[in-house]
C-alpha cells in the first residue's frame, strides 16, 4: 500500500516542522554554552547505544 500526503497536507507537516524547531531553539537557548555541550554529548552517547542495539 502507497499512502502519500496531499498538498495541504505537506504543507502542514512543514509549518509544524517550522514551529517545533522553533521551539527547540528556544528551550535550547535557556541553556549556557557549557550546558549546551554537555546536552549535546549526553544526545550523542544514547544515539550511539540506540544503533548499538540495532
Do not use: F, P, Y
Request: charge should be negative.
Amino acid at each position: 500500500m502507497l499512502v502519500a500526503l496531499t498538498d495541504a497536507g505537506r504543507e502542514k507537516i512543514e509549518q509544524a516542522l517550522l514551529v517545533h524547531t522553533e521551539t527547540q531553539r528556544d528551550q535550547l537557548a535557556t541553556l549556557s554554552a557549557d550546558q549546551q555541550q554537555q546536552l549535546q554529548s549526553l544526545l550523542s552517547q544514547l544515539m550511539q547505544a540506540s544503533e548499538a542495539q540495532r
